[in-house]
């Protein structure tokens, strides 16, 4: 199980990222993926909706249960 997106800053040119049905508590972690389009973050236990501000091109976000 993943419990903090970390590691990620690299992947400049990911457009899909499916962190589903983990123990993420904070989006955090993405600030340098600008090409990021579709983020699924399912089943976490995220609670506040912050940390997207550097993913400019995000287009579906997902964050049910």
Partial sequence: MIDRIEGLTSLKN????????????????????????????EKNHIDKLEGLTGCRNLEELYLSG
């Fill in 14 to 41: 990911l457009i899909q990222l499916s962190l589903y049905n983990n123990q993420i508590m904070r989006i955090e972690g993405l600030e340098g993926l600008t090409s990021l389009r579709k983020l699924y973050l």
